[in-house]
C-alpha cells in the first residue's frame, strides 16, 4: 500500500497535514505555518482521530518554538505556552489532544538554558510521541490476534486507520494486522454519518491495503448482524471513562446496543493515551456539537429544509456493560473496567 502520512513537521516552519476531507477524491497536502491557522484545520477536520488530532497539536508546540524566532528562552516558553492554550480549545473530546501536549512539556529537559536547544528539545519530544504512536497500535493489534478468529468478519465504525493515526490505527489496525497475518478477512465499513468516515476514509484505506470490505449504513447493522454471520465489531474512542464508559464517533452506542443484541463481541480498541484518569465516568466527557451543516447538507447539496434546527453531537458515550473487552498496547483489559483500566497505570 502507498505510505499515508497524514503528519509532517516541515523545515521547523511549516506542520503539513494530508486535508481529509478532500479524500477520497483528491490526495492534497496543506502547510500550516501558523498556531491560529493549524487550530482551524483541526476544527474543520482537516486532521481528525484522536492520536492524530494528538500529535497535530505536539508538533503545533514545536511550531510555535521555532515561530518564536528568538535567542531569549523565555520569549520562546511564553509562545509555547500561548499556543498551548490556544490549542487546546479546538476540539473538545478526544483527550489525546490534552494527553499529547502534557507529553511534551514533561519530555523537555529543565535545565535548558539555550532557546535553539529548547526549540530542538520540543521537536525531538514530538518525534519520539509519533513513532510511539506506530508502536503502540501495532502492539494493540498484536495483543487482538487472541479474540479475532482465523476466518472473521468485522463491523468497523467511523475511521481509526492510518489518517486517524500516524500509522497503522487502532481498530482498523488490528483489521490490518489480522490481514497481515493471514486470517481471512471481511469488513462492514459503517458509512459514519454525517462526515461519512466511513466510507470516505476507513473505505480508501481498505482498499489500499487490499482487504475485502462492502460498505454499510449505519442503520443496517442490525441487519447485517442478524443476516451475515458478523464475529466482532471493532471501534476505536475518543475518551475511556475510568468506569469502562467510552466517548467515540455519533453511533457507537447503537451499534454496541446493538451487538449486545446479537451476542456479537463489541471490542474498543484504545491506546492508554485515550484512557482518561482525570474521568470517572462517561457522563463527565464533554461532548462536542458541531454545526447544523454537516446534516442537512452533503457537499453543496441541501439535504433539508432550509432553517430546520438540528442536533448533532459528533460523539456518543457507550456504556461500559456494553462493552466485551478494551484493547491496548499493554493487553486486553475486560470487566469489571475499574480494577483493569486502573491496574494499567499501576505498573
Ligand atoms: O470526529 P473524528 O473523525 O475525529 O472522530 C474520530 C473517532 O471517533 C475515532 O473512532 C477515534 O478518534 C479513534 S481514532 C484511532
Redesign the pocket.
Same mark, same amino acid.
Given at each position: 500500500m502507498r505510505k499515508i502520512t497524514p503528519i509532517e513537521f516541515i523545515d521547523s516552519s511549516a506542520v503539513r497535514l494530508l486535508d481529509q476531507r478532500m479524500l477520497p477524491a483528491d490526495v492534497v497536502y496543506n502547510n500550516y505555518s501558523n498556531i491560529e491557522s493549524l487550530s482551524q484545520a483541526i476544527t474543520d477536520?482537516v486532521v @481528525?482521530?484522536?492520536?492524530?488530532?494528538g500529535i497535530t497539536v505536539a508538533y503545533g508546540l514545536a511550531l510555535a518554538a521555532f515561530n518564536a524566532k528568538s535567542n531569549d528562552i523565555s520569549v520562546v516558553k511564553q509562545a509555547v505556552q500561548d499556543a498551548d492554550s490556544y490549542l487546546r480549545k479546538s @476540539?473538545p473530546?478526544?483527550v #489525546?489532544l490534552f494527553w499529547a501536549l502534557d507529553q511534551v512539556h514533561a519530555a523537555v529537559p529543565e535545565g535548558i538554558t539555550d532557546a535553539a536547544d529548547y526549540c530542538k528539545a520540543i521537536e525531538s519530544a514530538v518525534d519520539t510521541l509519533a513513532v510511539l504512536d506506530i508502536e503502540t497500535n501495532k502492539a494493540i493489534g498484536y495483543h487482538a490476534m487472541a479474540v479475532v478468529p482465523d476466518d472473521v468478519t468485522f463491523i468497523h465504525? &467511523?475511521?481509526?486507520?492510518s489518517l !486517524?493515526?500516524m500509522e497503522y490505527?487502532?481498530?482498523?489496525g488490528i483489521i490490518r494486522i489480522a490481514h497481515e497475518e493471514g486470517k481471512k478477512v471481511n469488513v462492514f465499513v459503517d458509512e459514519?454519518r454525517p @462526515?461519512l468516515?466511513g466510507s470516505k476514509l476507513t473505505s480508501w484505506e481498505l482498499k489500499e491495503l487490499g482487504i475485502d470490505h462492502r460498505v454499510i449504513v449505519d442503520g443496517a447493522s442490525g441487519h447485517v448482524m442478524s443476516t451475515q454471520n458478523v464475529d466482532m465489531c471493532v471501534?476505536? &474512542?475518543?475518551r475511556v471513562a475510568m468506569n469502562g464508559d467510552v466517548a #467515540?464517533?455519533i453511533g457507537?452506542y447503537n451499534l454496541a446496543i446493538v451487538a449486545k443484541e446479537h451476542g456479537v463481541p463489541f471490542y474498543v !480498541?484504545a491506546?492508554t493515551s485515550?484512557i482518561d484518569q482525570g474521568t470517572a465516568k462517561g457522563g463527565d466527557i464533554a461532548v462536542?456539537e458541531r454545526a447544523a451543516q454537516e446534516i442537512t447538507m452533503i457537499g453543496s447539496e441541501r439535504i433539508a429544509p432550509e432553517g430546520i434546527d438540528v442536533f448533532n453531537p459528533?460523539?456518543d458515550i457507550t456504556p461500559a456493560k456494553f462493552i466485551s473487552g478494551i484493547i491496548t498496547e499493554k493487553g486486553i483489559v475486560y470487566p469489571p473496567y475499574e480494577e483493569g483500566l486502573a491496574a494499567l497505570f499501576k505498573s
Amino acid at each position: 500500500m502507498r505510505k499515508i502520512t497524514p503528519i509532517e513537521f516541515i523545515d521547523s516552519s511549516a506542520v503539513r497535514l494530508l486535508d481529509q476531507r478532500m479524500l477520497p477524491a483528491d490526495v492534497v497536502y496543506n502547510n500550516y505555518s501558523n498556531i491560529e491557522s493549524l487550530s482551524q484545520a483541526i476544527t474543520d477536520m482537516v486532521v @481528525r482521530g484522536a492520536p492524530a488530532i494528538g500529535i497535530t497539536v505536539a508538533y503545533g508546540l514545536a511550531l510555535a518554538a521555532f515561530n518564536a524566532k528568538s535567542n531569549d528562552i523565555s520569549v520562546v516558553k511564553q509562545a509555547v505556552q500561548d499556543a498551548d492554550s490556544y490549542l487546546r480549545k479546538s @476540539r473538545p473530546t478526544a483527550v #489525546n489532544l490534552f494527553w499529547a501536549l502534557d507529553q511534551v512539556h514533561a519530555a523537555v529537559p529543565e535545565g535548558i538554558t539555550d532557546a535553539a536547544d529548547y526549540c530542538k528539545a520540543i521537536e525531538s519530544a514530538v518525534d519520539t510521541l509519533a513513532v510511539l504512536d506506530i508502536e503502540t497500535n501495532k502492539a494493540i493489534g498484536y495483543h487482538a490476534m487472541a479474540v479475532v478468529p482465523d476466518d472473521v468478519t468485522f463491523i468497523h465504525h &467511523c475511521n481509526t486507520g492510518s489518517l !486517524a493515526t500516524m500509522e497503522y490505527g487502532t481498530a482498523l489496525g488490528i483489521i490490518r494486522i489480522a490481514h497481515e497475518e493471514g486470517k481471512k478477512v471481511n469488513v462492514f465499513v459503517d458509512e459514519t454519518r454525517p @462526515r461519512l468516515q466511513g466510507s470516505k476514509l476507513t473505505s480508501w484505506e481498505l482498499k489500499e491495503l487490499g482487504i475485502d470490505h462492502r460498505v454499510i449504513v449505519d442503520g443496517a447493522s442490525g441487519h447485517v448482524m442478524s443476516t451475515q454471520n458478523v464475529d466482532m465489531c471493532v471501534v476505536g &474512542c475518543d475518551r475511556v471513562a475510568m468506569n469502562g464508559d467510552v466517548a #467515540n464517533k455519533i453511533g457507537t452506542y447503537n451499534l454496541a446496543i446493538v451487538a449486545k443484541e446479537h451476542g456479537v463481541p463489541f471490542y474498543v !480498541a484504545a491506546p492508554t493515551s485515550t484512557i482518561d484518569q482525570g474521568t470517572a465516568k462517561g457522563g463527565d466527557i464533554a461532548v462536542e456539537e458541531r454545526a447544523a451543516q454537516e446534516i442537512t447538507m452533503i457537499g453543496s447539496e441541501r439535504i433539508a429544509p432550509e432553517g430546520i434546527d438540528v442536533f448533532n453531537p459528533a460523539f456518543d458515550i457507550t456504556p461500559a456493560k456494553f462493552i466485551s473487552g478494551i484493547i491496548t498496547e499493554k493487553g486486553i483489559v475486560y470487566p469489571p473496567y475499574e480494577e483493569g483500566l486502573a491496574a494499567l497505570f499501576k505498573s
